[in-house]
């Protein structure tokens, strides 16, 4: 990105900002209040193709009626650990945090909390989930379907999404360990990004029309299709498609929510497949309270240790050695917290576009 | 393995002689039961690595005195959704089933049941627990630690086991969807495998003791490490460390557990890591209610027609189309329930010694 164009804004300016269109589009004030901290959350971690650039989309998603700025949410199946919600397709940035809620709320009461959503959108980051729950001495998890961009192996065509999967383990004096992965070799904003800079994507990363492995982002981007984490048959392509399997099942199947091929598209514009298998987009979630399980001192002492050894590993040539999942996120939180949140020239345009037309003042 | 010699074996015959061996080395009957089911379910599933081929090893563990025949299985915390489990040393084949079991009687009563297990050894194939979940309607999950194998991203040295993890969903008519993965890019009887025919190695399986890629499995197997899955970091490498953390957390540092290098050998002779950080070997399992979700009956028809609809997948070049997670290993058991079972050479030799030294008649 270092060759791209930057303007770095305060965190509480793009905070305030994001909330008012929110509100002036419809959405409760407490509604934009979360929806906009995960986008922030996601700028504040560095995943800048999960944060409040992803605006414009949920804005014009709601402009075409395709999302309900006031969704009453409901808990249509449950039992003492287990929720299946409708969430009346509101946005996922408030759908999925509420949800989460009553997850959490079920692991208090009884150990851990699973809950499965249908009728939702596109919910952020999946790595803000579980790190609420470390706020609560939880490990959390989160799943979720999306728009369809990747091939099962063997297969030609787009048929699943990117289909993220995150988990999070408080640590005690050490950064937490935060895992949070698309199940595809790489997430389609890597694609857009080699397009943009019209620069070829390495072997491995996605096929064309006819199932072929392409070096060229805009033949993916035309039509193409991703691979799952894995790269071929000997090399495990066929995990990736599992585990994107897991998570459609779960997220979509078990919910009721429209699964594969038939997920809605995340931004306007998009083609909307003609079949429905269910309702909206699909998430899960889990919660479980560390004490359920060990003394949570004794937990986070050894998820200490545990980074301590693993950094300590011997490092493979010309590398530094081992990172811990979360690194990368925790290092870009330190700074930009500090420093504000950089945003590209494009995103900056579409932020001052949303500013002329809802005359809610940008910069 | 066409050019492998084999002998083939009616599934009863292997089951009441690997059944008679336990109860000799002093395991009790019910228990013996169990663990050969588990080994046979994988040698029935084509899966012979985990199958009763590694009868000699459970044995020369119990011989060595480093597997407790007759363990007291305890629970050393629990709320009504989870639960942890000291396995006092005892066999995996029998301490997996049976936490899973608590596992399921969770689920029964509170919609989901999750538990993390220590002081465990080798617990079989993953993927046997959640076919056990499929039998009483329930989404099953299962996760182990193993024997240090595998390098983490930018690593040069084994730190972590191949670390598995499975899941299965049940379909109406046809098979269930099972995903049992290791979180390495192959698992290490391939390199066994490799070494036994001489043949190389595909690059981006393994490394060198420096941490260098290398094709040549005696070099993996004398000191270098596989590799996680996802190849390199542009493919996704991080994302296989990723997964084999969750798994290692989850059924470890979560129960009280070896975790990382210093999980136990699970064959004799292996050296054992002098540093303990807990005990024994770790397992993490779930199960979940499929009607605590969703109507079960919807949920199975729409498994029928997720399979169908990715079977419908246009197939890329030169292969027949994706296949669904488990299609092999079901039509490898709709086979071998008719022939019986297909055992190489090595392994009759192994079970004949056996036989030799028990006095259990074998053939």
Same mark, same amino acid.
């Given at each position: 990105m270092a060759e791209v164009e930057t303007r770095t804004y305060q965190i509480e300016h793009l905070r305030g900002f994001g909330q008012r269109v929110l509100v002036h589009f419809?959405?409760?004030?407490?509604?934009?209040?979360?929806?906009?901290?995960?986008?922030?959350? @996601?700028?504040?971690?560095?995943?800048?193709?999960?944060?409040i650039g992803r605006l414009r989309s949920y804005v014009d998603l709601m402009l075409?009626?395709?999302?309900? #700025?006031? #969704?009453?949410?409901?808990?249509?199946?449950?039992?003492?650990?287990?929720?299946?919600?409708?969430?009346?397709?509101?946005?996922?940035?408030?759908?999925? #945090?509420?949800?989460y809620e009553i997850a959490m709320r079920k692991a208090e009461?009884?150990?851990?909390?699973?809950?499965?959503?249908?009728?939702?959108?596109h919910f952020g980051i999946a790595g803000y989930y579980p790190l609420e729950a470390l706020k609560r001495d939880m490990i959390g998890w989160a799943m979720t379907n999306s728009t369809k961009m990747v091939a099962p192996l063997w297969g030609a065509e787009r048929m699943l999404g990117t289909n993220p999967l995150a988990i999070a383990f408080p640590a005690k004096?050490?950064?937490?360990?935060?895992?949070?992965?698309?199940?595809?070799?790489? @997430?389609?904003?890597?694609?857009?990004?080699?397009?943009?800079?019209?620069q070829s994507i390495p072997h491995g990363w996605a096929i064309d029309?006819?199932?072929?492995?392409?070096?060229?982002? @805009?033949?993916?981007?035309?039509?193409? @299709?991703?691979?799952p984490l894995g790269l071929d048959r000997d090399h495990g392509c066929h995990k990736g498609y599992c585990l994107a399997t897991m998570v459609d099942v779960l997220s979509c199947v078990l919910s009721g929510a429209n699964w594969g091929p038939f997920a809605p598209p995340d931004v306007q514009g998009m083609e909307t497949p003609e079949r429905r298998v269910g309702k909206g987009v699909g998430h899960f979630f889990g919660a479980m309270r560390i004490d359920a399980f060990?003394?949570?001192?004794?937990?986070?002492?050894?998820?200490?240790?545990?980074?301590?050894?693993?950094?300590?590993?011997?490092?493979? #040539?010309?590398?530094?050695g081992p990172l811990i999942p979360g690194d990368p996120e925790h290092d870009a939180e330190q700074i930009r917290r500090q420093q504000g949140i950089p945003l590209i020239m494009p995103v900056v345009e579409e932020l001052r576009e949303i500013s002329v037309n809802t005359r809610i003042p940008f910069d």
């Open positions: 419809g959405v409760p004030e407490e509604d934009a209040r979360q929806a906009i901290d995960v986008l922030i959350t @996601a700028d504040l971690r560095g995943i800048e193709s999960h944060g075409a009626k395709k999302i309900n #700025p006031r #969704p009453e949410m409901k808990i249509v199946r449950q039992t003492p650990s287990t929720a299946t919600i409708d969430g009346d397709n509101g946005l996922g940035l408030v759908i999925g #945090p509420k949800s009461d009884v150990g851990s909390g699973w809950v499965s959503v249908r009728n939702s959108n004096r050490e950064p937490p360990v935060v895992i949070d992965m698309a199940t595809s070799v790489v @997430a389609y904003g890597k694609i857009e990004m080699a397009k943009h800079k019209q029309v006819e199932g072929r492995d392409t070096v060229d982002p @805009a033949v993916m981007i035309g039509g193409g @299709a991703l691979l060990i003394d949570l001192d004794e937990f986070k002492s050894q998820v200490d240790e545990w980074i301590h050894v693993m950094r300590a590993t011997q490092p493979a #040539p010309d590398t530094n």
